[in-house]
Every structure is written in structure tokens, then in C-alpha cells.
């Protein structure tokens, strides 16, 4: 039987980075109220549980995504007041503005999304806790 993979550790620091980070994302879900803007830190922090396709089985894990050098966050079709409302991240898309900067944006299903002002790419994604099993392993239509 193969080794578990290690948790994960990733930075992005450009475009291509963060479409590896948007994979290792694709179906995680959050709370809205883990979702954390510290203004005067210039600071985006998500906690999600992630499914772990790089283990190739039914489990997730408890994940934190950091944005670093936010200039400022939107929200659309997220109900901010609903703290216990569940998201599910479908995809991070950057646009470039004003180079290295640019807008972050992350798709959420149902059509919400947050779209992130930023300096320049400064994500990572870190594994927090130990993985669980799931029942159930997220399911796309073609």
C-alpha cells in the first residue's frame, strides 16, 4: 500500500502557481464566517475543509488559504450576514492589473464570488489538520 501523501504546503507567487493552488482547492467548502479580511494587515485568510484528490481516496482536511497584499475585498451572492451559510470554491482566476497586481477572484457554486485587489500573487495554502474520511467525493456533471 502506497504512503499517504504529506500535508499540503503551497505558495503562489504568480498566474501559473495559482492554478495549482485552484486545484488542490476545487470543491473545498468554508463557512462564511471563516472567511477573515484584516484590513489593516493587507490580509485575506479562508479556512476551508478540502477533499484531498492528491490522496485518490474519500477524505478531507482542514485547510487555510492566506491572501497577502489585499488592497480590498468584494463580495457578490455571498451572505455575509449568514456566518454559518456554507461555500463551495469551484476556482481561483486572477486578472492582471498594474503589474505585479492585479484581481484575485474566487468562484464559489451558486454563483457567489469574492474578488480580491491585491498587490501582487501572495497565497498559500497549508494543511492544518490531520485528514478524516468522507462519504461522499464531490461529483461534476459533464
Avoid at 502557481?17 to 477573515?36: E, N, R
Avoid at 493587507?42 to 488559504?65: K, Y
Wanted: hydrophobic share 45%.
Amino acid at each position: 500500500m502506497p504512503a499517504a501523501p504529506s500535508p499540503l504546503r503551497l505558495l503562489a507567487q504568480d498566474q501559473e502557481d495559482l492554478a495549482v493552488l485552484s486545484a488542490a482547492l476545487q470543491d473545498a467548502v468554508a463557512k462564511v464566517g471563516d472567511i477573515v479580511f484584516e484590513a489593516k494587515a493587507r490580509r485575506l485568510t479562508i479556512s476551508f475543509n478540502r477533499f484531498r484528490w492528491e490522496a485518490g481516496g474519500r477524505q478531507r482536511v482542514r485547510s487555510a488559504l492566506q491572501l497577502g497584499g489585499v488592497l480590498k475585498v468584494q463580495a457578490r451572492k455571498i451572505r455575509r450576514d449568514r456566518r454559518d451559510a456554507i461555500v463551495e470554491l469551484l476556482a481561483i482566476g486572477f486578472e492582471p492589473e498594474d503589474a505585479p497586481g492585479g484581481i484575485l477572484t474566487l468562484s464559489f457554486a451558486g454563483g457567489g464570488d469574492l474578488r480580491v485587489g491585491v498587490e501582487c500573487v501572495d497565497a498559500v495554502l497549508a494543511d492544518i489538520s490531520e485528514p478524516w474520511p468522507t462519504p461522499r467525493a464531490p461529483a461534476h456533471e459533464a
